[in-house]
């Protein structure tokens, strides 16, 4: 035994048929994500990038075909709008489904089989002959590709420590928004072009294929606990012991991983944590705003005579602003969160709610963008007015998810990825009804007034960061899921 060097603990207190826990040992340094190099870190960051920009482009690609689908099918405009509505159910359904699944099995093995399945339907929604075809391929691809957006803010906080991550999750984030923003633009241009709607599902099906064979061969696992599993099962395998595992399988002792209580984690999250109802809250107004605009755009911009596909244009404007966080924001971010380290004395004693900070200053952008835009279009006035407002809601939209994933990642720990999730399940559940409300609340109320209820509704964010910044060590105090050691005194 000796000579496996095997760093155990004696857990008898736990139970009396479990003799040894196995644990790290010093052997096991380079297999802990946080130590990997800096190149094998940024990849993993990278292939998580890609694949959060790839799903995140199919909810939003299908906005820019509803000309076509309506023509080929013979339905209207409502109709063809489920195209984008039911991927966005998929998304919110698949997230308490799937995020549990990666806190037992693992994060790598949930991202290669949910991206393949993501990757066949995409290709059936390709091949459909009628609406009710496309629709439910659309929804059981929306259903698989929620996991970059609940699990993969988790898989960075397993490779970065708290003061890297303020830089490496920007990266990660702002991909997962310029796949939405992007979307109505390459959907529109591919939709009138020679190849038709088709192909925009079609080039989905074909990056998700790509991507989960370059996971399946080049990503490895980054969840810790399920690091242990595999150093205990070669141990009981070397050894012919059944008595080593690991804590995580200890814990797991009779219970079924698709037990009702596993499923359920998201929903109590969702319910029965304040700081997962505010912010999910948050989020979901951004997304209501975010997901309007693919209708409302065309309404706005046709104010100057825009098409269809020129109406997409703007959401390059929003492109930017989503970038400007990336390059301007979340560098000093960094610094906010580094000057708190250094008066704290290190990582471990800063409170989650630093990363709150940036967000109190660019929330406001919200509100004040969708009053702008909303009180400019009118065909007297540059419709370049209008364009510059968008810029702005991308710098604030773009806050709030990164403040929002920062915050929840910092406060709970390894529970995070469960507390993500309840996040995924309301806000893309909301910003389906947006694709179906739109039309009809700019037509009844105006460009101008429908604007600005979103403004008036925007203005909820901006109360949040700062009650939070107060409130939150206390808050956290009291909550059973949140990291311990970020507690309060």
Not at 191 to 210: C, D, E, H, P, Q
């Amino acid at each position: 035994m000796d000579s496996i060097n095997l760093y155990k603990e004696e857990y008898s207190v736990l139970s009396k048929e479990v003799d040894f826990i196995v644990n790290w040992g010093p052997e096991d340094a380079a297999k802990n994500p946080l130590n990997w190099s800096k190149r094998k870190r940024f990849g993993c960051t990278v292939m998580l990038a890609f694949i959060s920009f790839l799903v995140t482009l199919a909810s939003s690609i299908g906005s820019g075909t509803y000309e076509s689908i309506m023509e080929d099918f013979k339905v209207t405009k409502e109709v063809a709008g489920m195209t984008t509505s039911l991927f966005l159910v998929g998304f919110a359904m698949g997230a308490p489904v799937l995020a549990p699944l990666c806190e037992e099995f693992g994060r790598l093995p949930i991202y290669i089989v949910s991206m393949f399945v993501f990757s066949c339907f995409q290709v059936g929604a390709a091949t459909s002959k009628n609406m009710a075809s496309l629709g439910i391929c659309r929804f059981f691809a929306g259903f698989f590709g929620t996991t970059p957006l609940s699990n993969a803010g988790g898989s960075i906080a397993d490779m970065w420590q708290p003061d890297k991550r303020t830089l490496a999750f920007p990266f990660f984030g702002v991909s997962g928004f310029l796949g939405p923003c992007l979307g109505p633009v390459i959907g529109s241009y591919l939709t009138v072009s020679y190849l038709g709607w088709r192909w925009t599902n079609y080039m989905v099906a074909i990056l998700a294929f790509a991507f989960s064979l370059a996971c399946f061969f080049f990503m490895p696992e980054t969840y810790c606990p399920i690091i242990m599993d595999l150093k205990a099962a070669s141990i009981r395998q070397m050894t012919g012991d059944k008595r080593y595992i690991s804590y995580h399988e200890f814990q797991r002792e009779g219970k079924s991983p698709f037990s009702l209580s596993v499923f359920m984690r998201p929903f109590l999250f969702a319910v029965g944590e304040p700081i997962v109802t505010c912010f999910t809250i948050c989020i979901s107004i951004t997304y209501i705003v975010l997901f309007s605009d693919f209708e409302s755009f065309p309404i706005i911009f046709a104010t100057w005579g825009f098409s269809t596909a020129k109406s997409s244009l703007p959401f390059i404007a929003v492109t930017i602003g989503i970038l400007s966080n990336l390059f301007i924001v979340a560098p000093i971010a960094y610094i906010i969160y580094m000057k708190e380290v250094n008066e704290n004395g290190s990582i471990e004693k800063v409170d989650p709610e630093s990363r709150l900070i940036p967000l109190m200053f660019c929330c406001w952008l919200i509100p004040i963008s969708l009053l702008w835009i909303s009180w400019t279009t009118y065909d007297t006035i540059s419709p370049w007015s209008s364009i510059v407002s968008t810029f702005f809601f991308g710098v604030g939209m773009m806050q709030v998810f990164l403040t929002t994933y920062s915050y929840i990642i910092d406060a709970y720990g390894v529970n995070s990825a469960s507390a993500l999730s309840s996040l995924t399940l309301v806000r893309y559940n909301v910003s389906a009804a947006m694709i179906h409300i739109t039309d009809p609340m700019y037509n009844n109320l105006g460009i101008h007034w429908a604007a600005s209820l979103l403004a008036f509704l925007s203005l909820i964010i901006c109360a949040v960061p700062f009650v939070f910044y107060v409130f939150g060590p206390k808050i956290r105090s009291h909550s059973k899921f949140t990291d311990p050691a970020k507690h309060e005194d």
